[in-house]
């Protein structure tokens, strides 16, 4: 069994800054692709940022150039740092990996989710 638990979200005024974390527990092999995901009242989840092991990153547009993704592979570990808020960065935010097991099929699985408010 594995587990996604997220830390850091918070209530935050436009212009701040936020570091969001995602630790990874359980027994398995790997951790391949690492992704945040967000999702405002009355609206789909969407992609936030991904990274992969080998560290390649892509990102919403609408993030591109405010917030960095990054990984510690050593602490099973990953973060969004999250600055120059936006209002419209208010939303439910979720951490999401898929993990590699000996022998068995690749899980993915996703965190509880940690909300973000920023606060115009």
């Known amino acids: 069994q594995v587990q996604l638990v997220e830390s850091g979200g918070g209530l935050v005024q436009a212009g701040g800054s936020l570091r969001l974390s995602c630790a990874a527990s359980?027994?398995?092999?790997?951790?391949?692709?690492m992704g945040w995901y967000r999702q405002a009242p009355g609206k789909q989840r969407e992609l936030v940022a991904v990274i992969t092991n080998g560290g390649s990153t892509n990102y919403a547009d609408s993030v591109k150039g405010r917030f960095t993704i990054s990984r510690d592979n050593a602490k099973n570990t990953f973060y969004l740092q999250m600055n120059s808020l936006k209002p419209e960065d208010t939303a439910v935010y979720y951490c999401?990996?898929?993990?590699?097991?000996?022998?068995?099929?690749?899980?993915?699985?996703w965190g509880q989710g940690t909300q973000v408010t920023v606060s115009s």
């Open positions: 359980g027994s398995f092999f790997s951790i391949n692709v």
């Open positions: 999401n990996a898929d993990f590699f097991f000996v022998g068995a099929d690749v899980q993915n699985s």
